[in-house]
């Protein structure tokens, strides 16, 4: 795992089944019709591997699932 840039974060989640990312309050989102998740607003540069992993967690996506979708 390596830190991420939100585009490829949403394209990945896009590959995954995710829609979006769509507006919400405070920040986007993306939804599989049962899930969803917050995409972090895009105020640096990537999205740590700490907060990744919380991302992931919340989507019930496991890090091989992720790593193959690369």
């Known amino acids: 795992m390596k ?7 949403i394209r990945r989640f896009r590959r995954l089944g995710f829609d979006g990312p769509f507006s919400g309050r405070k920040h986007s989102f993306m939804d599989n019709g049962q899930i969803r998740i917050r995409i972090p607003n895009p105020h640096r540069s990537e ?3 700490k907060l990744l992993m919380e991302i992931l967690r919340q989507a019930n996506i496991s890090k091989s699932d992720w790593e193959r979708n690369e």
């Open 3 to 9: 830190p991420i840039n939100r585009r490829e974060l």
């Open 47 to 49: 999205i740590s591997v």
